[in-house]
Nanobody
Framework: QVQLVESGGGLVQAGGSLRLSCAAS????????MAWYRQVPGKQRELVAR???????EYADSVKGRFTISRDNAKNTVYLQMISLKPEDTAVYYC????????????????WGQGTQVTVSS
C-alpha cells in the first residue's frame, strides 16, 4: 500500500517562509510526476507546482518566483520551499504522486497525501 505523508505546514507571518515535505512509501519502483496542490474551503483544489521524474517543473502563476519544488528520487520525497508568503497562500496543501509503479504491480496509479495546513497571517 502506497502512502504519502506530508509535513512542514504551520502558522507563519506574511513575508515568512515554510518548507513542505512529502515522503512516499510502500515498495515503490518509480514515480512519474510529483506535485503539490492546495485547497481552501469552498474552492476547487488547484495545482501549485509539479515536477517530473526528469525534473521539469511547472508552477501556478500566483507562486512563480516565490515557491520552488524539488524532489529526491532516492527517497521518493518531494519538497516545496515557500518564501515571501502571503495571506492568500493560506490553504490545505496536498501532495500528489502520479504514475506510481510498485514492485508488486507495474500498473500506474495516482495517490494523494492527507494534507497539511498552511496559514499565513497578515
Amino acid at each position: 500500500q502506497v502512502q504519502l505523508v506530508e509535513s512542514g505546514g504551520g502558522l507563519v507571518q506574511a513575508g515568512g517562509s515554510l518548507r513542505l515535505s512529502c515522503a512516499a512509501s510502500g515498495m515503490i519502483f518509480s514515480i512519474n510526476t510529483m506535485a503539490w496542490y492546495r485547497q481552501v474551503p469552498g474552492k476547487q483544489r488547484e495545482l501549485v507546482a509539479r515536477i517530473t521524474s526528469g525534473v521539469i517543473t511547472e508552477y501556478a502563476d500566483s507562486v512563480k518566483g516565490r515557491f520552488t519544488i524539488s524532489r529526491d528520487n532516492a527517497k521518493n520525497t518531494v519538497y516545496l520551499q515557500m518564501i515571501s508568503l502571503k495571506p492568500e497562500d493560506t490553504a490545505v496543501y496536498y501532495c500528489n504522486a502520479q504514475g506510481v509503479r510498485t514492485v508488486m504491480s507495474f500498473s500506474l496509479k495516482d495517490y494523494w497525501g492527507q494534507g497539511t495546513q498552511v496559514t499565513v497571517s497578515s
